[in-house]
DNA sequence: TTCCTTGCAAATCGTTTGCATAATG
DNA sequence: CATTATGCAAACGATTTGCAAGGAA
């Protein structure tokens, strides 16, 4: 249980995750934090993010398009997706957490909880496509 | 639209698939297609596995391991995921479809579906758990 | 003969890691 | 001082791709 030392670059990772609601990519994070502090590496951008996530002060988000969210929002809730141009968007909707008892019902193991995200066109998408 | 041609290792790669209920990966794919045809290469088979995902033929799945495993069952079913052994395995249980209506219900957009996988201890990992 | 498919190897891409140095407690 | 964190670059693992040769329609 290594004894977590303070450090500039993990203050600045998070707070930069802090203001956005859009769920950047490490590389996204690395691009913005770079311009507080241009020495700092995407190794070390990366480190921070999976300890973070590890320790439960940020969410890893995986949607299916091969690159990881972070989310400084840790509370429950659910992501969308478009397929169209990759925004990564929160959802405000009631619980689905009952699926996770529906799925333990007839099975032999146990249940934890489940991943979901949901995918469609964003608004801004669906409205362009209608016009062409 | 490219015309697709008949191939043996097409072939090949989707009869083994249909044999299998545990969701091999690619290589899993590669390595037992190969006792039949040692010379296929991994590259075809990840080509193969590509279009007949995109042909809707088989399904991808990914469940958050970092690697994509192939299912040859394409109709409407949720996946578990043991946190322990990796093990993927297939859930029977009542429809959660209703949950995509419930996502859109206060979205600005068109929400065409949802991606949902279950994670926890399967059967044989929470028995020799409980030993320990 | 057209053009889809293969095998091979090299390339990509996101992410992780080893190492020497710097910063923290 | 003991240890954790950093920057850099090299290493990784899964997947994709360019290319010349092979196979199907």
New interface residues.
Partial sequence: MAALKHSRQREMIKEFLMTRKDHPTADIVYMNVRQQNPTISLGTVYRNLTLLADIGEIARL?V?DGVDHFDADTSPH?H?V??ECGAVID????S?ES??E??G???????????????????S??RSQKLS
């Fill in positions: 995986r299916g659910y969308f478009c397929t959802l405000e909707m009631d689905i699926i996770t529906l799925a019902a007839n099975f032999d193991g146990h249940i934890a909880g489940h991943v979901t995200y949901f995918y469609g066109t964003c608004g998408c669906t």
